[in-house]
């Protein structure tokens, strides 16, 4: 979660994210699996609603922790940047877009979560700000309060199972959390974020004019 993108990407994020739609991203995201084990609840055939990410409207400050070191059964924990998000829903909340702050009020990137309507399926996106595209998404629905998302990614040059989790708490606090499978068979949680509802109108002003509508 770092630093500067412009409007032009933050619209070339919604329109990639839109023709992508959720429907070509479930092939990406299974492009390396195959036979043999898979670790605990992995699925990329979770279903969800098109009100799973109503919640997150509006502005949040966060308090992050991650793992000192990952795959390596680390249990030292750092604290991360108090990020802040500001997140805006489009398509009637088919499509949800966050832009993730640093403490500095410099844009670090941006998530982009598309609903599929045929699928009822959430495809999770993030772009980094000093890359500039959509990352492989994440694919998956809520079930009552938490809602678990799943793909795979390269760390290190070795293929990995990857796992997002959110847990809506009440109206002003949620849960995010990622976990990596090295092994196809447990999980490790190295980053953990907890969600604070905040003030729209002093979190997420730019050029004079709050960028989210308060839910």
Known sequence: ???AINAGIRRCAVL???SLGGIG???TATAATGPGPLPSGYSLTRTGGREDFDFMAGAWTTSQRKLKARGVGSTEWKDGPSNTHCATHYL???VTVDESYSPTKTV?????YAFDVGKHQWSLYWIDSKVGKLDAPLVGGFERERGEFYGEDI?????IKVRYSWIKQDHDHARWEQAYSYDNQSWET???SDFTRADPASTCVKNGQSKVVQP
């Open 1 to 3: 979660m770092n630093r």
């Open 16 to 18: 990639s994210a839109l």
């Open 25 to 27: 991203s479930v092939e």
């Open 92 to 94: 009637d909340g088919a």
């Open 108 to 112: 670090g990137g941006l998530f982009v």
């Open 155 to 159: 760390e290190d040059g070795h293929a």
């Open 190 to 192: 190295n980053w953990t």
